[in-house]
């Protein structure tokens, strides 16, 4: 396939969904729910171009991609096809096209249909763009779009407050991660000179400059990964990210998000394997998460909460088992990952559907439900036995292949802490299944049955899992294909159901026999134990400390008076003046060498115009009334203009004249809204107090500016940039007015960032001034900084 047409290929892969977004927003109010097949078709036809592309690509597959996209700063629109990109590729896609057909039969006409399936789109670009991605700093921008797009998926229902929280969370910790894990891109391009994925992959450590830099590195991009995966510490963000709706969770949970952090680990095992770190910090992180999100799904009672807790858990399998990894590579991570997508999305819908025909989720007060929904039931069944890890599923396969990557590495103690999670999971499956579609229905449950098309989904994601787990040799060539160097072991992978019997069929044996074992001793009692403990409560503690924060910046504020600028303005400057004057003191004779030379004779037409200046700034200092000041203030800076004409400035002058305008009459405007009562009281403060030092404090104000000019004429540089911007704005920018084309062309992008800040300036005043108005009355929780505790404090 020629370059350009791959090129155009893969960008299609990656950016039809984006595209697709227009189509959606303009047919969603026609067809309503039906708009989720449509959206459905686009994955797919995203799926049909990577299967062309990989067809194309032959077998095991490398191509590195590159768009010129800021050639200066080294990022390129660069994209990796391999074994991994292309893995993850298909099931983003795939999944993605099941979660839109679910999302059709799931979703009902009160939805915001057009909304909702933008994000979703929205989503799948930035997660197909991250996983596709060479560059690093590229991969950094898709994969905080990954963050921008789920809090815009999870805080759909944005008048829950449950939805508020979730999304909050999930976008502070993966974006406070993310930063991390810039900073960690950062140190590893400047020690190794790349920022290519595929360079990286190929060269070794001990090419690099600095151990310790990429020992840094290596912590700091694990911990973007263990924040996007919910790790521990960060495992707190994914139970709250269940109040998005259910398709969301189960695209979020199964294959696309949380899934991140694995595939980044996964990219970043060439890299670091080799470092001892590596062992250590992502088998402990890994397998204490595997644990510590099996025990707490083991205590918890919603449907949802339960299986996000599961997925915290199987993440940690995943990651773990790069850990273990030897020096040759691994073996089975896409087994691993394939398994858990089939019976985490299965599950998921199903709990979904649950939850659509009953109205609750709490398993405590569910039972019976297979006779109503068998084919639902059925699902459930080969799902919570992949979850599980019983035989005729991938769960076990995927299980026993860790179990064995263990024993071979020795790592018993790893062994041990699979086993003990291995063990809980086995007893919250079974709860999930049994105490949900068997036994008696309560009473007090109501139950219509599901319709056909939205069981369909989940029924073939769990045969699938069935099929691959009983013949698992199918996928054999597969993964054969799609073997990254340096990621797998040269060897091939050969799966079987059975291998013998060994220390992993023994092991697994004893855990279905304990798991079972504890689930009758938790049936037996009721449950009654089955609740969070509050010291693992990480969400509560994280919205207490940002509570605790927002009233601290709040009182810090009033403390510091900044929403009264006249109050804390003297404080400032005073401070400011005096470490001026004590750094002159300091160093007086360096400071003023040279003064004595400068030449400041000035001709009588200046001597004139800063004498008009002064004149009219003694009027704003005696001058009583505010009308009068501002006229004063006003006169001295329209005098200013003459200066800049004096100096040969026709365009500063009239910049000047146009400020000057404009300042006065929106002072005006802007004081005419004040009462005149109010007016009057703060013209009696100024005559009472402060007067004298606020002159002197202006005095110091402008001698310090004085000097400052001085200074920098008296040290200016030998060559000059401003001649230079004569002579190339017409033969560069073709314009004869320098400041236009220094503005607009030489510091056009200094020009936007301006304008930019301005823009969010006037944004964030407008917010504030609307929120202080809503909270004087009440009804805002979080009004404008300070007002709010001062209304508090006034009754």
């Known amino acids: ?50 299967a062309w592309v990989t067809a194309s690509a032959g077998s095991q597959p490398r191509v590195v991609l590159e768009v010129p996209w800021v050639p200066q700063l080294g990022v390129n629109l660069s994209f990796l096809i391999d074994g991994l990109s292309i893995f993850y590729g298909f099931v983003i896609c795939t999944i993605g096209a099941l979660v839109c057909w679910y999302a059709a039969e799931y979703l009902g006409k009160k939805y915001a249909h057009a909304r909702f399936y933008s994000c979703l789109l929205f989503f799948m670009t930035a997660m197909l763009g991250t996983v596709f991605s060479n560059n690093l700093l590229l991969l950094f921008v898709f994969w905080e779009l990954t963050g921008v797009a789920s809090f815009l998926l999870i805080g759909f229902f944005h008048e829950s407050d449950e939805s508020r929280r979730g999304a909050r969370q999930a976008l502070l910790v993966t974006a406070t991660t993310g930063l991390c894990m810039l900073v960690g891109i950062i140190l590893l391009g400047l020690s190794s000179g790349t920022y290519s994925l595929a360079r990286l992959a190929d060269g070794s450590l001990s090419d690099y400059k600095d151990a310790g830099w990429i020992t840094a590195s290596c912590v700091l991009l694990l911990v973007g990964a263990f924040g996007k995966s919910a790790q521990f510490p960060f495992q707190f963000w994914l139970p709250g990210a269940m109040a998005a709706p259910t398709p969301v969770s189960a695209y979020l949970h199964s294959a696309t998000m949380v899934k ?75 087994v691993h990952v394939l398994s858990h997508v089939l019976y985490k999305g299965s599950l998921f819908m199903t709990a979904g559907i649950v939850d659509h025909c009953t ?141 013998g019997l060994n220390l992993e069929v023994i092991t697994t044996g004893l855990v279905i026999l304990c798991g079972g074992g504890l689930y009758f001793l938790c049936q037996k009692s009721g449950w009654r134990w089955a609740h969070i403990p509050s010291f693992l409560r990480f969400d509560a503690a994280f919205e207490r400390g940002l509570d605790g924060l927002s009233v601290f910046s709040k009182k810090l504020t009033l403390a510091l008076r900044a929403d009264w600028p006249p109050a804390y303005l003297p ?27 400068i030449d400041i004779s000035l001709s009588p037409l200046h001597s004139f115009v800063a004498l008009m200046i002064a004149v009219s700034l003694v009027g704003v200092i005696v001058l009583r009334r505010w009308t009068t000041q501002l006229i004063a203030l006003s006169v ?14 026709p365009d500063l002058a009239m910049t000047q004249i146009l400020v000057e305008s404009a300042s006065v009459v929106m002072i005006l405007l802007l004081l005419s809204r004040f009462p005149s009562s109010q007016l009057l009281r703060s013209e009696e403060k100024r005559e009472a107090k402060g007067r004298i030092f606020r002159v002197v404090l202006s005095g110091g ?95």
């Open 1 to 50: 396939m020629p370059p350009t047409t791959l090129t155009f290929s893969m960008l299609a892969v990656i950016f039809l969904p984006m595209l697709a977004v227009p189509l959606v927003l303009a047919l969603a109010s026609r067809l309503g729910p039906r708009v989720g097949y449509l959206v459905g078709s686009v994955p797919l036809a995203s799926a049909g171009i990577l």
């Open 260 to 334: 991140l952090g694995v595939f980044l680990v996964g990219r970043l095992f060439p890299i670091f394997h080799s470092l001892e770190l590596w062992f250590w910090l992502v088998c402990g992180v890994g397998f204490f998460t595997m644990l510590l999100g099996a025990f707490l799904a083991l205590r918890s009672n919603d449907l949802k909460a339960i299986l996000a807790y599961s997925t915290v858990s199987q993440l940690g399998f995943l990651i773990g088992a790069y850990g273990v990894g030897s020096k040759t590579g691994i073996q089975a991570d896409m």
């Open 359 to 499: 109205g609750l989720r709490d398993v405590r007060k569910l039972g019976g439900l297979g006779r109503y929904m068998p084919v639902t039931a059925f699902s459930a069944a080969i799902g919570v036995a992949a979850l599980a890890g019983l035989p005729l599923t991938t769960g076990f396969i995927s299980k026993e292949l860790l179990l064995a990557d263990l024993v071979d590495a020795r790592a018993w103690v790893c062994f041990a802490l699979v086993a003990i999670s291995a063990t809980l999971t086995v007893a919250f499956a079974a709860r999930l299944f049994f105490n949900v579609f068997t036994g008696a229905k309560p009473e007090a449950l109501s139950v219509h049955s599901p319709g056909w098309a939205i069981q369909i989904p989940p029924l073939m994601l769990a045969l699938a899992a069935l099929a691959l787990g009983t013949f698992p040799g199918v996928l054999d060539g597969a993964i054969y294909s799609l073997k990254v160097a340096g990621l797998h072991g040269e060897e091939p992978v050969h799966l079987a159901l059975w291998h």
């Open 571 to 597: 404080i400032v400057i005073f401070f400011l003046l005096v470490s001026l004057a004590g750094t002159v003191a300091v160093s007086s004779t360096k400071f003023f060498e040279g003064f004595t030379a």
């Open 636 to 649: 001295a800076g329209f005098f200013l203009t003459f200066y800049f004409v004096l100096y040969r400035a």
């Open 701 to 795: 104000v402008g001698l310090v500016m004085t000097c400052l000019v001085l200074f920098a004429d008296r040290h200016s540089h030998p060559e000059p940039i401003g001649p230079k911007y004569l002579e190339l704005s017409e033969p560069l920018a073709e314009g004869t007015n320098a400041v236009n084309t220094i503005l607009v062309d030489f510091r056009g992008f200094d020009t936007l960032g301006e304008i930019t800040v301005l823009l969010i300036a006037t944004l964030g005043a407008l917010g504030l001034m609307m929120r202080y108005k809503r909270g004087r009355s009440g009804s805002d929780p979080a009004p404008a900084p300070g007002f709010f505790l001062e209304k508090k404090r006034r009754p």
